[in-house]
């Protein structure tokens, strides 16, 4: 036996070529010039959108009219008018759990979990943080930041409160200390600071909430507790009333306790909003938690007074919920998603004057709500922001720019009779900031699809989101009756989200939209203005038969465990790994097997269908012998030819939809010709199966039985000439990759599987969530590395007017393939002509072979001209379907233009690329040009030939979080930047690019992120983002009135600076908290602020500091004069006392 040489093994894993290499025969490319250079170039994120993944605080600035919501993972985003948002994160990624505005100073306080202070610059379009003070020694627990003060008060789980300069970022020496604020008699610690605020009317004095229940109003300048209120139930929240004589407070048990400040002793009113109030005057049941509460004044009426929380334990009402009550009325408005925090938006920032409400934000896990106070029955804002991405989750994203300009009024147009009635009649109250003024602007479309079965298309111009359309797949089905008791059992093969969206075509000028559901199903979707009524949905069903010796029966020998692809638990979205072949016992029905059945019932009664996309046709495929259906792994419409076509692991189907009947129904190795080199004959390594824990494999043919007993059961793919060495060393390679691939899948463990534009082996399904993992689109089917080998999936089409034979000389309708193991098939396709021909002749499918093979799975393909131009699928244009017969325009094909043909010349060129490798092939000649290695550690997730401003590239982005650029058709790398230090599944999942440097993925379950390859638009970014801040005057301070000015009433303002500074107060201690500057500093904010709002904010800082000048200046001439009026009279009485003595008598 030969040994096993490791060193052979290790070359083949690093052996690699790191540039493009050409081919033989490249000099007839030397004509093609390449204007795409490196400089042309570079990475960076444009924008954020959707809804703030798991939010944790939020904070409105009333003069800016700006909201800002922190989330649990460390990020701010910050909200003004629709279109004006930005997103900003801390480095330590810790959660924010507070957040406080310098109103109308463009600054932002935000505390985290960690246990540390920022400030963050607003007055630029990218925030950046100033100051940062790190706490070593206490835990912060609640901040409070007065209006129109620099000083912060931070309290701690220890009780204290510190105090911050905010200018600084320096802590004061004034601290207040917990034991000085309870009562002395007191012998417990009264628990972390959860509320501080100052009197509306006496800014020295400010209210200290402990968690106990125990509030303490404490006098700043006497250092002492004016008065201790004590209540039995934990505090959450405290309210004043604007007047400072009361305040209110909520509960641990439902109540809600008002207190006048001058009596201690009790509350004056207790009550328990939900409580059901016993007959015998006993204490009503307790009830849950009252979270936060708001008491809101109004001028002219009873005042407003709204929480959270506090419903009975008993209710029947499971959401969270939001009490608004006004005057003798309350109102309980439900909620879709539990209450994060809420805040009362209104008309004054003063705290000691009428407040006059007019809106509530309301913060939810997973939205984001605002109700009008001033309309009655409290309806909603019509939220203008792109904040549903996530109504339903999303499966599948695509990316369109420099799309047709028509169509996005045509898609405005109709989805704008979806809106929904009832909403508030006023304007979004959230109204801050300045859009761009950028330049570049293109039609761009983003497409989601969702796990409902519903599709939502998007405007995406000028770096905004708006939602144009939503498409509702799941109407052309039938619902299923839950609870109801069935005769049979369901032939659903997912438990979950039967409609969800698994992949999809779109033709942006035909307007034609093809859809792939999970529960193979494939619809196709024509645009039209008129609503029309569907009597019969047109069906046809395809029964996708597999390999013969591909479907395993169950070993009843039972001499071995059963294979790991069994059906998943209820809780899962599918009874099998998408990709995978269905491996458990087929399942029977009293009358045998189940056959010919689709997983869906498409409805039977009429169909009405709004204008917009309206179903054309359905097509399903059917059980067979007990087996469920593959799932589509790949699809692809033309509208030109009238085709479509999908494709999973047991071959591929093409129909025509014009004529709506089936044309092609193969299994892949039916693809291969007979005298093809790459052939691959029918087999099944799953048939012969080996004791538990040992690999399976197969060679091609018949004969692998016989062959079978002269193998071990551990050696690898076997051929005549090929000997153990060699044998184990590839098994051991794959072993090796598949290894590295299953590490790079479990990083991101929440989610399944990668896209389809993965290739990977589905390992069994441990710890993998099998919810997301419906919609993982993996070409693999197999449990092992070996066994994955064995089956050849459909992962790509590209429909093509080419050369689909080397003795062609004129371009023809074609289809090109490709395949999971890196093989390009080309069917050629023959069209009736145009007209009544084309909806009676059939149309002709036949298998031309294999044009190229390259490593890994095929994820992409395009063709390019003589001169390097892109030559895109023909197209038909969009006309009317529901249109009268006389105003239907005569069905025309639109091939591209035949490119000049020279003798001995290849006319065309194809671009394909795969998870490995890209290559770049001569046509007619099939020749080979060029070939670039583009990873050996890892493989490509996404690629993309793109359309550049200035030439064409192919993109692509890598599982190891490499983004990178290929010049055509010479494949020179122009951009290669390590983007993602890990890939989750998500990304993987949802990661797409687009013409012009476009490209997109989601960053998180409720969260589009966009970002750019193109220097150009890096360049114009600026420009492009809005401005959060506007300079604007602070409203004037309420009028005390006559009375009140005579007699001393009104609010009573406090010298913060003498009781804080550090003359009054001492430094602070350096070892609680350190102080960060920030990257730039105060100086180079200044500097980064740009335009008219840097040039106010600098000259209204010069103003302040000439305005300060001027008093200092002012108080020394008043001593100079008083010093002058002390000496005159000194001098004037030595005078009088010496007049009248002579010089002796002195």
Request: glycine share 8%; net charge negative.
């Amino acid at each position: 036996m030969k040994k096993f040489n490791i060193r052979k093994v290790l070359n083949g894993l690093t052996a690699s070529s790191s540039s493009a290499s050409p081919q033989p025969g490249t000099n007839q490319n030397d004509v093609i010039q390449e204007t795409l250079q490196s400089e042309h170039f570079q990475l960076c994120k444009t924008v954020r959108h959707g809804f703030p993944y798991r939010p944790s605080s939020m904070a409105f600035d009333p003069v800016q009219k700006i909201l800002a919501i922190g989330t649990q993972s460390g990020a701010v985003r910050l909200f003004g008018r629709a279109g004006v948002e930005c997103y900003c994160q801390h480095d330590s990624g810790a959660a924010v759990i507070q957040l406080q505005f310098l109103v109308n100073e463009g600054a932002l306080v935000s505390a985290l979990a960690d246990d540390s202070v920022h400030l963050w610059n607003l007055r630029q379009k990218q925030p950046a943080i100033l100051h940062t003070l790190k706490f070593n020694r206490e835990r912060i627990t609640f901040c409070h930041l007065p209006f129109q003060s620099k000083w912060l008060y931070i309290g701690t789980e220890k009780g204290n409160i510190h105090i911050v300069n905010v200018e600084s970022f320096t802590l004061s020496g004034y601290v207040i200390m917990w034991n000085k604020a309870i009562e002395l008699s007191s012998k417990s610690h009264p628990g972390p600071v959860v509320h501080i605020s100052d009197n509306p009317m006496d800014e020295g004095k400010i209210l200290i909430g402990f968690e106990c229940g125990t509030v303490v109003l404490w006098d700043l300048k006497c250092k002492k507790a004016d008065y201790r209120y004590n209540h039995d139930e934990a505090i959450h929240s405290v309210a004043w009333h604007h007047e400072g004589k009361q305040f209110t407070c909520s509960h641990s048990d439902g109540t809600l306790t008002t207190w006048n400040v001058r009596v201690p002793a009790k509350p004056t009113i207790t009550i328990t909003p939900h409580g059901k109030q016993p007959k015998d005057g006993k204490k009503p049941e307790p009830c849950k938690p009252i979270l936060k509460v708001e008491y809101k004044t109004t001028r002219d009426g009873d005042a407003f007074m709204v929480m959270s929380g506090g419903l009975s334990y008993d209710t029947g009402c499971r959401r969270s919920c939001l009490t608004v009550i006004h005057g003798k009325s309350t109102a309980i408005l439900e909620m879709d998603y539990p209450i994060v925090d809420f805040l009362t938006l209104c008309e004054t920032p003063y705290p000691n004057d009428f407040q006059e409400p007019y809106a509530v934000v309301v913060l939810l896990e997973k939205d984001l709500v605002v109700i009008d106070l001033g309309q009655i029955g409290y309806p909603i804002f019509e939220n203008p922001y792109p904040l549903s991405i996530h109504e339903s989750p999303v499966t599948c994203v695509e990316y369109f720019a420099d799309c047709p300009p028509e169509l996005i009024p045509a898609l405005y147009s109709v989805g704008s009779r979806q809106n929904r009635q009832g909403y508030s009649k006023k304007e979004w109250p959230i109204s801050g900031g300045n859009w761009g003024q950028g330049t570049l602007s293109y039609p761009e479309i983003i497409i989601t699809g969702h796990a409902d079965g519903s599709i939502k298309f998007w405007d995406a111009s000028a770096i905004m989101l708006q939602v144009l359309y939503k498409l509702k797949t799941a109407k052309v089905f039938e619902k299923a009756l839950k609870g109801g008791k069935e005769e049979k059992p369901s032939t659903e093969i997912v438990d979950e989200d039967p409609f969800a969206i698994q992949t999809l075509s779109w033709c942006p000028e035909s307007r034609v939209l093809c859809v792939a559901g999970v529960s193979a199903h494939v619809i196709i979707y024509r645009f039209s203005k008129q609503e029309m009524t569907t009597e019969v949905v047109q069906l046809l069903e395809v029964r996708m038969q597999g390999e013969l010796n591909d479907v395993d029966s169950p070993d009843p020998a039972g001499d071995h465990p059963p294979t790991p692809s069994t059906p998943v638990p209820p809780s899962s979205s599918s009874p099998t790994q998408e990709g995978e072949p269905p491996e458990a016992q087929p399942f029977t029905s009293d009358d045998g097997p189940r056959d010919n059945v689709p997983c869906l019932k498409v409805r039977s009664s009429p169909l009405k269908q709004s204008p917009g996309y309206q179903v054309e046709l359905v097509i399903q495929l059917v059980w067979v012998s007990g087996e469920p259906p593959q799932q589509i792994t790949s699809l692809a419409v033309n509208s030109s030819y009238g085709l479509v076509v999908f494709g999973n692991s047991s071959g591929l189907v093409v129909v025509d939809y014009l004529q709506m009947i089936l044309l092609l129904n193969m299994g892949t190795s039916e693809l291969y010709s007979p005298s093809d080199p790459y052939q691959r004959q029918p087999r099944s390594p799953r048939k012969t199966r080996q004791p538990s824990g040992a690999l399976s494999d197969n060679s091609d043919g018949n004969n692998a039985s016989e062959e079978k007993s002269n193998k071990s059961p551990t050696s690898g793919d076997t051929s005549p000439t090929s000997s153990d060495d060699e044998h184990k060393q590839k098994r051991f390679i794959e072993m090796v990759k598949s290894k590295s691939r299953w590490f790079s899948k479990m990083v991101a463990n929440d989610f399944a599987k990668m896209s389809r534009k993965m290739s990977s082996p589905t390992e069994q399904k441990t710890g993998l969530d099998a919810k997301d993992s419906l919609f993982s689109r993996s070409r693999s089917s197999s449990v092992t590395s070996i066994e994955r080998e064995s089956r050849e999936a459909i992962s790509s089409f590209h429909f093509s007017e080419s050369f689909p034979r080397k003795t062609d000389s004129n371009p023809s309708p074609s289809l090109w393939v490709g395949t999971t193991q890196g093989t390009v098939l080309v069917l050629s396709l023959s069209l009736p002509p145009t007209g009544d021909q084309r909806l009676q002749q059939p149309v002709g499918v036949s298998s031309c072979g294999t044009l190229v093979r390259l490593k890994g799975g095929i994820l992409t393909m395009a063709f390019l001209d003589s001169l390097g131009a892109v030559l895109p699928p023909s197209y038909e244009p969009w006309s009317e379907p529901n249109a009268p017969d006389e105003e239907k325009e005569a069905r025309s094909r639109r091939p591209a233009s035949p490119p000049p043909t020279q003798e001995g010349q290849d006319s065309q060129y194809a671009v394909v690329c795969s998870e490995k490798q890209a290559k770049v092939v001569g046509l007619p000649s099939q020749s080979c040009f060029f070939k670039h290695n583009i990873t050996e550690s890892s493989f490509v997730l996404r690629a993309d030939v793109v359309q550049m401003a200035a030439g064409l590239c192919l993109a692509c982005f890598c599982a190891n979080g490499h983004v990178m650029t290929l010049s055509l058709p010479s494949l020179r790398p122009l951009l290669d930047v390590n983007y993602l230090p890990l890939t989750d599944m998500r990304i993987a999942r949802t990661f797409c690019f687009s013409n012009l440097g476009q490209a997109l993925y989601l960053t998180s379950p409720t969260e589009i992120q966009r970002i750019t390859y193109s220097q150009e638009t890096c360049d114009n970014l600026q420009e492009m983002m809005g401005e959060l801040f506007t300079p604007l005057e602070t409203p004037e301070a309420p009028n005390r009135g006559f009375f009140k000015g005579l007699f001393g009433g009104g609010a009573q303002s406090l010298d913060r600076e003498d009781l804080f500074g550090e003359t009054a107060a001492g430094k602070g201690s350096r070892s609680l908290a350190q102080h960060i500057p920030g990257p730039q500093g105060m100086e180079g904010m200044k500097g980064a602020a740009s335009g008219v709002v840097g040039d106010l904010a600098r000259a209204r800082i010069a103003l302040d500091e000439r305005g300060q000048k001027l008093g200092e200046l002012e108080d020394r001439t008043a001593a100079m004069m008083a010093s002058a009026d002390s000496f005159s009279k000194h001098a004037h009485d030595m005078m009088l006392k010496y007049k009248d003595k002579k010089w002796y008598q002195l």
